[in-house]
């Protein structure tokens, strides 16, 4: 089940990205590191900074790949809101039901 809610885009946010809590009070913006707070993704169109955006709170969904992943790795967040294969002692975002590389969008199960 996808939970939908509107949040303001702090900054340019592409699609298919894990996002974070902005600055502001109803803001987002995109998870950048690995000991980022993932609250859910974004659909697959992104939004410019100042518009909304639609961030996908709901378990299972589609993210893009910062690296190469196995299906089965826990995730976490890496540059641009990309999904990285998680090491030890990264908040874990997710775990890649299917296995990818950089650039790849697979289908994750959110924590």
């Known amino acids: 089940m996808s939970i939908i ?3 303001t885009a702090e900054a340019d946010i592409e699609g298919n990205r894990l996002v974070t ?6 803001s987002v913006k995109a998870a950048a590191a690995a000991t980022d707070v993932v609250i859910g ?14 961030i996908d709170h709901g378990r299972y969904g ?12 826990e995730l976490t967040a890496g540059a641009d809101g990309c999904a990285v294969k998680a090491e030890s002692g ?8 299917e296995a990818g590389v ?3 969008v697979i289908y994750i199960l959110m924590k």
Do not use: H, Q, S
């Open 102 to 104: 950089k650039d790849d």
């Open 41 to 54: 993704r974004t659909c697959f169109c992104g939004a410019v900074a100042g518009t909304t955006v639609d």
């Open 90 to 97: 990264n908040k874990i975002a997710g775990i890649a039901l």
């Open 5 to 7: 809610k509107p949040y």
């Open 21 to 26: 809590f902005g600055t502001e009070e109803g």
């Open 62 to 73: 589609e993210v893009k790949l910062g690296g190469t992943v196995a299906r089965g790795d």
